[in-house]
């Protein structure tokens, strides 16, 4: 990046850091649900050969 000013580079120093961090959080927040929705997944499918065993 040609940037000439350094409180320019430190600004988009500063920004590109903080659009790294929210990305990880979006990450992480994303595969908290993926994980939470294959347990969900996992719950129905133990109760669904649970009931089939009843009948």
Known sequence: ??????????????????????LEKEKKQ???ERKQMEKEAKAREKEQKK???KK
Do not use: A, I, N
């Open 1 to 22: 990046m040609g940037v000439m000013s350094g409180k320019d580079r430190d600004y988009l120093k500063k920004r590109l850091k903080e659009l790294r961090t929210v």
């Open 30 to 32: 994303q595969e908290k």
């Open 51 to 53: 009931q089939s065993k």
